[in-house]
């Protein structure tokens, strides 16, 4: 998989991929990233990128010029290119989004920053657009890392044995139950013992009501969904 990021700031983006499983899946040629900064693209003569909004309103919009060149020139090296727009005026993303995502060979990540990006860009260019959730960030930036990474970790080779993807929260409508590690005694506290006997249908059991006691807690909604899919 190809991430190609347009952005102002690449060094914001950077430092995600120098570490870690998204570094070992970059030095194993099972992801590459690349960077392309629409200021290049500026005919205007101080290199400027944004404006006031026409029609007035507060803070500065992304010029249409610089972007319609940097993602014409894309297009043009990679016809097949799945080019996202990160925004809160948007879809939200979810996990079936990172699965079927992991599926493309090429995605361009094109982030805002000021109060936008001029509309015409996105309706000229958007194969999609996304929101990550309810609030609004300084820019996209880390809205498209998180995405990568969302779907990075659903391509094949990936992730190693010891981080499976098998049972997740969002695979099923119901969140993961809770994790222990050693020691099953800390300071006191101790892993529940259904866990330490070591019987597995027993575990299951106790695991599947762990998850709905969390979903109930936290996502009442999700436990809802999961009640109509059980029936
Ligand atoms: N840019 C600013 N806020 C955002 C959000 N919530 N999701 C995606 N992109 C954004």
Redesign the pocket.
């Known amino acids: 998989m190809r991430f190609t990021f347009v952005t102002l700031f690449s060094n914001l983006v950077e430092g995600y991929f120098q570490d870690s499983i998204l570094k070992r899946a970059i030095d194993k040629e099972l992801l590459s990233v690349e960077y392309l900064n629409p200021r290049e693209f500026s005919e205007n003569k101080h290199s400027k990128v944004d404006d006031t909004a026409v029609g007035g309103g507060a803070g500065m919009v992304m010029n249409p010029q610089p972007l319609y060149d940097a993602l014409g020139s894309l297009k043009k090296d990679d016809e097949n290119i799945h080019i996202i727009f ?3 005026v ?1 879809k939200p ?1 979810k996990q079936n989004d990172a699965k079927r995502l992991a599926k493309k060979e090429h995605i361009a990540f094109v ?2 920053r000021y109060e936008g990006i001029d509309e015409r860009v996105i309706e000229e260019f958007a194969d999609e657009v ?11 930036e ?3 890392l998180v995405i990568c990474d969302a779907v990075s970790r659903n391509i094949d080779g990936v992730l190693g044995n010891s981080e499976s993807l098998s049972v997740e929260s969002f695979e099923t409508p119901l969140l993961e139950a809770p994790s222990f590690s050693k020691p099953k005694d800390y300071k006191n506290n101790m892993v529940p013992s259904e866990y330490i006997k070591g019987n597995h249908s027993k575990i299951r059991s106790i695991k599947l009501a762990l998850s709905e006691c969390k979903t109930k807690f936290f996502r009442p909604e999700q436990l809802l969904k999961h009640k109509i899919t059980k029936r």
């Open positions: 990160l925004t809160p948007a993303f982030s805002g996304f929101s990550i959730g309810d609030y609004i960030l300084t820019g996209g880390l809205a498209s």
